[in-house]
């Protein structure tokens, strides 16, 4: 089992930033990937960005330049550091883990207002 708590979320203006934090707990050692996704209302939830053990990155193409994910794994976390957000990333952000099972955290508000 594995458990995330996600924080960091909030309301930013156009263009602003944001970092959000996903701290996992548990059977850490078993997990292969970790990664974002979001979900805005009336829509099916998206990957943004997800990272494997050995540091490869994957982004969505509506994020490629703007968005970075990292993972510090002595702490057991990953970051999703967002900048010149836009109004259409405004979504309930989840932090995910992928060991044999797919784990996912409660997931964090973000609004980006015009």
């Known amino acids: 089992q594995v458990q995330l708590v996600e924080s960091g979320g909030g309301l930013v203006q156009v263009g602003g930033s944001l970092r959000l934090s996903c701290a996992a707990s548990?059977?850490?050692?078993?997990?292969?990937?970790m990664g974002w996704y979001r979900q805005a209302p009336g829509t099916q939830r998206e990957l943004v960005a997800r990272?494997?053990?050995?540091?490869?990155?994957n982004y969505a193409d509506s994020v490629k330049g703007r968005f970075t994910i990292s993972r510090d794994n002595a702490k057991n976390t990953v970051y999703l550091q967002m900048n010149s957000l836009k109004p259409e990333d405004t979504a309930v952000y989840y932090c995910?883990?992928?060991?044999?099972?797919?784990?996912w955290g409660q997931g964090t508000q973000v609004t980006v207002s015009s």
């Open positions: 995910n883990a992928r060991t044999f099972g797919s784990y």
């Open positions: 990272i494997s053990n050995d540091g490869t990155t």
């Open positions: 548990g059977s850490t050692f078993s997990i292969n990937f």
